[in-house]
């Protein structure tokens, strides 16, 4: 090696490529894992139930098998970057949910599972559109407003409809029900982050500061005039519809997005305060939420009038069931909770027939779902993104924390569909669309910034190389 020319520069050090792990092999490995998993279920609840195994097992499994091979070809090709969770998560939570859906079915006269497949197949069907087609997430923030009027028409529309056991939030059509205000929280999240992201320095630095809090700082009212507007009348109409589980997760939604958005966390208090004085005044005063709570405060009353047990109760008596490792997939009473036992109750049946350490693992599931899509968000440094990220995940954990407070006792039930186990197909399809979403967003968030060694893998969205 010669010393460089006096007067000269020394040439500069040549970095070695370095590349990036996409690990699309361990999400496909993970894939067979949580299609596996949900077939041997499936199988046990025929076992348990007729001795045999269930003539539909080869099918269940290659159309599960099938559209998490396809979802996965999808996510190789446009985001090769993107977690490899996520997908994964999303087929075994779903597929548990089919396992147990159909287990509740051997109950009763109507066979949901079916119906509950084709919704499937079509939520991963738009997942596959979502990850195909939006080739930039940020395209979302230009249809913000637009958005945001769709998402209150959803939410208007089923008050038009005849209430379905006390609540007017589901449209029915043809034999065929769904409810659109599953599609309106996706809408919401998209147009709170674009909004509080176009306004972020307005709300952490401009504004009036409270006497007696000097650490609160008020925004202008120009500033949260709109995004305030959107949020009472959303929750008005979903007061009206008697909906309260989707008017908390909105509520709680849009705390955690300007808490986010700003860094102030006297938004938090704010938060919990108005929260607890909306809930006081609402259960007082609305007949439906009234019961509710009247159910939270005194779940066997109806046993000490010898009117037998009421839902919550079959509920409570499903949880101690099951103890720590469960009855076994097939072998529980969940069914008595009766109408609602494969909707709002479904969770009764995982805890009766899997146990704590059941219920633990599927905590544990979304519990993962959520932290990587705040991983994401913590990943990318352009603002929609982070927001919109953060927004999509808290909308599962809010989601979860509703549910299974509500059918532990926790909390008054509010009466939602637990992400991807419960019966509803509006429900499955929203919540694979914030699974595309969070995929394009962790693709953003793990791609490698663009240089001369990644050649066309970098993207200019603001994202940098996190770790697996």
């Known amino acids: 090696m010669t010393a ?10 040549a970095v070695p490529a370095v590349r990036l792990p996409r690990r699309r092999g361990v999400e496909l490995a993970l894939l067979v894992g949580a299609v596996l998993i949900p077939v041997y279920g499936y199988c046990a609840v025929g076992l348990a139930h007729d001795g045999a195994v269930p003539q539909g097992a080869a099918g269940y499994g290659a159309a599960l098998g099938g559209l998490a091979l396809v979802a996965h070809l999808a996510v190789r090709l446009r985001a090769p970057y993107a977690d490899p969770l996520l997908l994964p998560i999303g087929v075994l939570l779903n597929g548990l949910g089919l396992v147990l859906i159909y287990r509740l079915d051997l109950e009763t006269p109507d066979a949901a599972a079916p119906a509950q497949l084709i919704w499937s197949g079509l939520g991963v069907a738009l997942f596959i559109a979502v990850v195909l087609l939006l080739r930039d997430y940020r395209a979302l923030a230009g249809y913000a407003y637009l958005g945001v009027v769709a998402a209150l028409v959803l939410m208007i529309v089923p008050s038009l409809f005849p209430a379905v056991n006390g609540a007017r939030i589901w ?20 147009f709170f982050a674009a909004y509080l992201a176009d306004n972020r320095a307005a709300l952490a630095y401009a504004g009036r500061q409270v006497r007696r809090f000097r650490r609160l700082q008020l925004p202008t009212g120009r500033v949260l005039g709109p995004v305030l507007a959107v949020w009472t009348i959303s929750l008005g109409v979903l007061v009206v519809e008697r909906d309260l589980g989707t008017s908390l997760l909105f509520f709680g939604l849009f705390v955690i997005l300007l808490y986010v958005a700003s860094g102030r966390t006297g938004w938090i208090a704010i938060g919990l ?16 939420v009234h019961s509710r709570v009247a159910d939270w405060l005194h779940p066997f009353a109806s046993i000490e009038a010898g009117h037998g047990p009421g839902q919550m109760a079959q509920s409570l008596f499903a949880f101690s069931a099951g103890g720590l490792l469960g009855t076994g997939l097939g072998e529980g009473h969940s069914i008595l909770i009766g ?14 027939e899997l146990g704590l350490t059941g219920l633990t693992a599927l905590f544990l599931l979304y519990g993962l779902l959520v932290a990587r899509g705040y991983r994401a968000g913590l990943s990318i440094r352009e603002p929609f993104g982070r927001l919109l990220a953060v927004g999509l995940a808290s909308i599962v954990a809010l989601q979860v924390f509703v549910i299974a407070g509500g059918v532990t006792d926790l909390i008054p039930l509010t009466g939602m569909a637990m992400p991807f186990l419960a019966q509803g197909g509006s429900s499955v399809v929203t919540n694979w669309v914030i699974v595309a979403l969070l995929i394009l967003l962790s693709d953003t968030a793990r791609r490698p910034p663009p240089g001369p060694d990644t050649g066309r893998a970098g993207r200019a969205t603001g994202g940098g190389a996190a770790a697996a």
């Open 4 to 13: 460089p020319a006096p007067g000269t520069s020394p040439p500069a050090l």
């Open 171 to 190: 449209i029915r059509v043809a034999g065929f029900s769904f409810q659109p205000g599953e599609f309106a929280k996706v809408l919401l999240a998209v």
């Open 339 to 352: 109408f609602a036992a494969k909707s709002d109750f479904i969770l009764a049946t995982a805890g009766e």
């Open 273 to 288: 305060l108005l929260s607890a004085a909306g809930a006081f005044l609402v259960g007082t005063l609305e007949p439906h």
